[in-house]
């Protein structure tokens, strides 16, 4: 899994991006790239898991510039990196709000949507640990949660999740994934998430702080708890 500045580096260049364009934005708003690769795992997969032809950009911080300037500069990234990625699909993270990060409500990813044209080969992924910790109820009301996500960005645009528990409390806006059922989300919601008739078809991925073993027995689980 990529997730530094150098893959993200790396990633534009791989697109053809005009390298010192990318190289000046990176060292003005920090971003990175997760890129996956590996075959499907019944829709639930571990971070080592590719989301078919695509990449999950997590939107970095503004570092004191303010918000309107991080959506700026993520845009300008974007309106490079867009144009050529072909089939390609890149999802923009929620994130949890910690610091200066950008995206951590839902009109701040709108907002970076816009300011590229909602192009087809954008999308969302929701990280239920970063929601909650953000303020997005998904353990006592998910149905509100993603009612809100369409109405501001687009369920159409929801294309996958990043399932984690969290070890901090609602609206903490901090950054830290705990294992399935270990955590103050928990399994019951969890579970309620995975079955969710908004969310059928869009694949999950575990980034929950694990070894394979761990992964291998949180699938195991998840399998377990999945209807229909």
Same mark, same amino acid.
């Given at each position: ?44 997969e ?5 989301? =078919?032809?695509?990449? &999950?950009? *997590?939107?970095? $911080?503004? @570092? !004191?510039?303010?918000?309107?300037? %991080?959506?700026? +500069? ?30 951590? =409500?839902?009109?701040? &990813?709108? *907002?970076?949507? $816009?300011? @590229? !044209?909602?192009?087809?080969?954008? %999308?969302?992924? +929701? ?10 109820d ?28 969290s ?9 830290r ?5 270990k ?17 059928r ?8 702080p694990?070894?394979?073993d ?15």
């Amino acid at each position: 899994m990529a997730n530094t500045y150098k893959d993200a580096k790396d990633m534009y260049a791989k697109f053809g991006v005009d390298t010192e364009k990318a190289l000046q934005i990176l060292d003005a708003i920090p971003l990175s790239m997760h890129c996956w690769q590996g075959d499907d795992v019944g829709g639930f997969e571990t971070p080592d898991a590719e989301l =078919s032809g695509g990449g &999950i950009q *997590a939107t970095g $911080s503004h @570092v !004191g510039q303010g918000t309107e300037k %991080g959506i700026e +500069l993520i845009a300008d990234v974007l309106e490079d990196v867009l144009p050529k990625a072909g089939p390609t699909v890149v999802l923009l993270e929620t994130m949890s709000g910690k610091g200066s990060e950008v995206g951590s =409500s839902f009109e701040e &990813i709108a *907002a970076i949507m $816009s300011a @590229v !044209g909602n192009p087809q080969n954008l %999308g969302v992924c +929701l990280d239920t640990c970063h929601v909650y910790s953000a303020g997005y109820d998904v353990v006592n009301d998910i149905d509100g949660v993603l009612e809100k996500f369409d109405l501001i960005i687009g369920l159409d645009k929801l294309k996958a999740i990043h399932l984690n528990d969290s070890m901090t409390p609602f609206a903490s806006k901090k950054d830290r994934h705990e294992c399935i059922g270990k955590g103050v989300i928990g399994l019951e919601a969890i579970v309620n998430i995975i079955n969710h008739k908004l969310l059928r078809g869009i694949p999950f991925y575990l980034e929950t702080p694990n070894e394979l073993d761990g992964y291998a027995a949180e699938i195991k689980l998840l399998r377990s708890k999945r209807v229909g």
